[in-house]
């Protein structure tokens, strides 16, 4: 397992691709469970919604995520690159979700709050890993990976928020 976050760590520093992830829908459900039981932990953590909210609001997230990047993958003719892009997008996310529990943690043992730099930092490094990982699995220009990557984001997130009433 420490080699799958090795390579996780070096595809968030955009040094390795999906391409070198297994092809292993075992590894991707093993992942998806770790990713949305982080999540919900943080969220719920740091937040005021009921779990029920934000488990709601993570799983449409995520099946949203799912569809969309399949259809992506789709229409370039990448459609068999889906179970290492998803890997890889939901342990990168996962990774970046490890750091925002442990930097969240730091805060509160350290009595400071920097909550709003962290969370900007930390956007915009996964639009830039999840454009990366794109621009590897769909081979197209990183600066129009990128461009999606942002997109599937605000609409992902947009998507969670409308499924719990959220607008």
Not at 11 to 22: R, V, Y
Not at 79 to 106: E, K, P, W
Request: with cysteine.
């Amino acid at each position: 397992m420490l080699t799958i976050f090795n390579l996780f760590w070096r595809i968030a520093q955009l040094k390795s691709g999906p391409e070198l992830l297994p092809n292993s829908s075992f590894l991707l459900l093993a992942i998806t469970v770790c990713n949305v039981v982080l999540s919900l932990i943080i969220s719920t953590s740091i937040g005021t919604q009921s779990v029920t909210t934000v488990a709601t609001t993570i799983l449409t997230s995520l099946a949203a995520q799912v569809l969309i990047i399949y259809g992506l993958l789709m229409l370039v003719g990448k459609a068999a690159r889906l179970t290492q892009t998803l890997t890889a997008y939901l342990g990168c996310d996962l990774l970046l979700n490890m750091v925002i529990g442990v930097c969240i943690a730091v805060m509160q043992l350290l009595n400071v709050d920097f909550m709003t730099t962290l969370a900007l930092l930390i956007f915009f490094w996964s639009i830039l890993v999840f454009g990366y990982i794109l621009h590897k699995a769909m081979e197209i220009h990183m600066a129009m990976a990128v461009a999606l990557a942002f997109l599937l984001t605000l609409v992902t997130v947009a998507i969670g928020q409308l499924a719990v009433g959220q607008t």
